[in-house]
């Protein structure tokens, strides 16, 4: 293990090996539990990464890749083992404005890639709460998905190319800006959703699109659950492809960002069933405006709709969007467990309702579920507020939570992931056949298990 | 041997089971070279599809899958195999309409899912030139491509949910129609453009997408190749998500496919250097009208459009799609080979000045070389006159036509696959690392080497 230490400083220098109480204080997050690692390394470069690997490789050393470290299933957590940083692997490297793509290197922060591709009149439609801390990296691993799925799909529609290195220091070479590459197995998809367990994302070149000209943001009331997919289709016929978020507020959500101590305020009357930001964006601003303030009229005049108000200027958008983002406010009144599902949207009423029927009930009150979301895509999140964090407390509302969703064949990670803290549950949302399979896969691409050992599929 | 088949009629019934003449009588085809066939198997269901995978895994045997058979890479060679035909799973089983999903099995035609989606309001956007013969699983099985991928993306971006037959018979069972789902891994990505090397897809959820109510499609004449990406950005930006299709056709495809014995006529007149299709689909039918018309006005004002024709009803519109669609001109005198290359838009025209350099004269005459493609998506179809088809003539064609696409990094199939026709050169687009990795997953899933073997990554 020393000898290990040993060679990776002479391969990272220094100030690229940090260890003991360096490492320790290295490691604090306040959103993840990261452990105690071996030693904390920064290497500058995808060659170092693959010393890395050789070296713990041949060391039997566990590796555990960290980007923004704001994961939220304990992904990161590396206790004992050589966490990986790219905090030094940051650099937009290229931007092909013509061709719409860029290649980043996997430390690059979401917003630094975003920014770099709005100065070319480009458009990375990447949109997360972490956006500040979340890095390509992490983003490309976690297969992370956000506010505009709905029209850009998740972060494995955006990689065109990914270098990656494998458990044995082996770098997979895929760098490729081609839009279409049939040219055998497509095997970024290996590297793609799997948290660091099957290889380390280095470098990432990302599809762009160009930027929108037109941006409307609308923020309805609606009084029926049932009226809600149906605006959304509305909407979808409507702005053929424009609509680029569709996100859901439950009342309990919406009170909580729009009083005080948050700094939101209400921009509709409270006491809807529910409440929806809608956005679209496009290349005829005129025209836009016009079709987005069409379809909402319409959507008005048959009854789907209670309320609705249209952002008339940027600083009222960004108002708007500062509600959906404050999900700080779900965790003011005491501890939180946060969860991150997806199912049809018809099952979700009864799904909510099983819900909080099973929610454990310390004391006499009832328990609180703050409930928001990408409706759109079936994917909610869910606030339990935790009473305490006991082990008994925290695995009751987990239960609470996910015994339900079986019923109804959802899935307990629709964009967060799994890491240690769903492992428990893989199988509830996954059959014996599919888990098997994708140990299968662990064996074959790391057979020693030093890759993010223990994160998804647990111990082999 | 014998036994394996009589283990297979009892499972499948004796109309399951074709043997000698009869196979091979269903083994012809226009399009590919099926060889001759141990037996060709038409199981019903995924079970009798999980007995013949077990059945020939304990025998040694090797199994190959047949969708429509209309693949262009001899991928469905089953020379002395099983040959599984999805014939007789071709139900459209299920669309809930309003999720926007379907479950199809694997054997239904590519435009009966389209045709069931539409009746339901809804869009498939799988447009192939095979739309009648191609399966859906034979499109999931090699990522199909297509007309709308600029927009809609690839097959693979359709697929929800799979279930799929692995090489011992275990029916992975990811029938999910959720758009979100980190689970764990997506082992679905396993079967998407493999070629049944992985494992046999039985039935897939497909995503359906609001069918538009516009639909504009224009034909343009441009007089220089570097007008054509400024054009094609010029109109992703005023028509903001809605320009489904961007074909562009060299002269030589043009004039072939507007002249006699082709029945096409032409919309614009000879002698300009590109020709292009655009379409755009959206819901709003009189603010698209006008947004397609300004911007092509814009463009011809500016001189990037030498020439504009707009179709004005659906007859006019199928008629431009029948030019794009009549590829079958390109043999109308001679042998062919046909080529699906993918690069950078600026490397092309450096590109096919060096294919042309370098493809074989037999005889005096210059050599014919037909380009057309879904230049959006950096996809180009060379159709190359053979001479003749000895195997010294294809070879050197080949070499014409990949080796200056190594010098660009691009690839050696956009969409149509590697099969057995493209093994030899899958090295020119892919580094040895790469394919050392897609050879760790083939052993890891297929140990025994009976799945469409020698396809896309060669013998084991």
């Known amino acids: 293990m020393n000898d290990a230490i040993g060679e990776l400083t002479r391969s990272l220098g220094a100030d690229g090996v940090l260890t003991g109480q360096d490492a320790i204080d290295h490691a604090r997050s306040p959103w993840t539990r990261l452990g105690a690692p071996l030693a904390v390394l920064r290497p500058r470069a995808t060659a170092e990464v693959s010393d890395i690997l050789r070296i713990a490789h041949a060391a039997g050393l566990a590796v555990v ?205 409270h006491g809807h069933a529910f409440y929806v930001l809608v956005e679209a964006m496009g290349g005829d601003p005129e025209a836009d405006d016009e079709a987005f303030e069409r379809v909402l009229a319409d959507a008005l005049e048959t009854g789907e709709l209670a309320d609705a108000v249209i952002a008339k200027s940027d600083a009222e958008r960004k108002a708007l969007w500062a509600l959906r983002d404050d999900v700080a406010q779900t965790a003011r009144d005491g501890p939180i467990l946060a969860f991150d599902v997806s199912l049809r949207i018809e099952d979700m009423p009864a799904y909510l309702e099983a819900v909080r029927a099973r929610l454990p009930r310390p004391g006499r009150e009832d328990p609180r579920l703050v409930v928001f979301g990408h409706l759109g895509d079936g994917n909610l999140h869910l606030i339990a507020s935790a009473g305490d964090r006991s082990r008994e407390t925290v695995r009751a509302v987990e239960r609470a939570v996910y015994d339900p969703l079986r019923v109804v064949a959802g899935s307990i990670s629709a964009e967060h992931g799994i890491g240690l803290m769903k492992r428990d549950f893989l199988s509830w949302s996954r059959s014996p056949a599919e888990i098997a399979l994708m140990r299968t896969l662990k064996a074959a691409l790391d057979p020693a298990g030093i890759l993010n050992p223990g994160k998804v599929v647990g111990p082999l």
């Open 65 to 269: 890749p960290w980007g923004g470290r704001t994961g939220l299933v304990d992904g990161a957590q590396a206790d004992g083992a050589l966490a990986v940083s790219t905090e030094r692997m940051a650099a937009v490297e290229h931007i092909d404005a013509g061709a719409g793509v860029m290649r980043v290197q996997a430390g690059c922060p979401v917003q630094a890639a975003c920014e770099a591709a709005e100065a070319q009149g480009l458009l990375l439609p990447l949109d997360l709460g972490s956006r500040g801390s979340a890095t390509i990296g992490g983003a490309v691993s976690t297969n992370a998905g956000g506010n505009r799925v709905l029209r850009y799909g998740m972060m494995r529609e955006m990689v065109l190319g990914l270098e990656a290195v494998l458990a044995d220091g082996t770098v997979i070479g895929g760098l490729n800006p081609l839009i279409k590459n049939n040219a055998g197995y497509d095997i970024k998809q290996l590297f793609i959703g799997t948290e660091g367990t099957l290889g380390l994302v280095t470098r990432a070149i990302l599809r762009l699109r160009p930027r929108p000209t037109s941006h409307n943001v609308a923020f309805l009331a609606v009084d029926g659950f049932d009226a809600l997919p149906r605006i959304l289709r509305r909407l979808e016929r409507a702005l053929g492809g424009r609509l680029s978020a569709f996100e859901v507020m439950w009342p309990a959500y919406y009170d909580l960002v729009t009083t005080a101590p948050a700094r939101g305020t209400a921009p509709l009357p």
